[in-house]
């Protein structure tokens, strides 16, 4: 009789085992590919989108990561100067941190000693958003971009 309740006991363990499957992480989308701007946000308090501001029309700006890399250029119509860079990035479940190496000299200028960039990323497979948050940790603006590859 010990031996029959064993079985079924097993036999009920398995069952129910079989039948359970642990819940699968949720997978991080990859920023890799190519990415065009599309619109920008700004954030009145921190939280809340209080505005959406679109490109300008001819304006283009385009990012390009790859192995570790990070690429973009910037075109505005109706200025002649040169706006690139090129560095690293990484990516955690809710960051985007890109280390600039090189870029054009506007861009240098531009940015005086700052050289490492961190945003909150709003990730999916087609749209991607780098929020830019002040000392406090409070959203202050984004780039809102969408996949092009």
């Known amino acids: 009789m010990k031996k029959i309740l064993g079985l079924v006991f097993l036999v009920f ?3 129910s085992t079989a039948w359970y499957a642990p819940p699968k992480p949720e997978t991080m989308h990859s920023i890799e590919g190519t990415w065009e701007l ?3 946000y700004s954030y009145d308090d921190g939280v809340n989108i209080s505005d959406t501001v679109p490109k300008a029309d001819g304006y283009r700006q385009v990012k390009m990561y790859y192995n570790g890399k990070v ?8 200025d002649s ?3 690139f860079g090129y560095g690293q990035y990484k990516v955690t479940p809710d960051s985007l941190i890109e280390t600039l190496e090189y870029a054009s000299s506007s861009m ?3 940015l005086d000693t700052l050289r490492v960039f961190r945003f909150e990323l709003d990730i999916t497979e087609s749209t991607y958003s780098q929020i830019s948050f002040d000392e406090e940790g409070n959203r202050t603006f984004s780039e809102n971009y969408v996949r092009i590859d």
């Open 38 to 40: 599309q619109s920008f």
């Open 108 to 110: 240098m200028s531009a």
């Open 13 to 15: 363990i398995f069952i």
């Open 71 to 78: 690429m973009w250029t910037r075109y505005v119509p109706q």
């Open 81 to 83: 100067v040169e706006w």
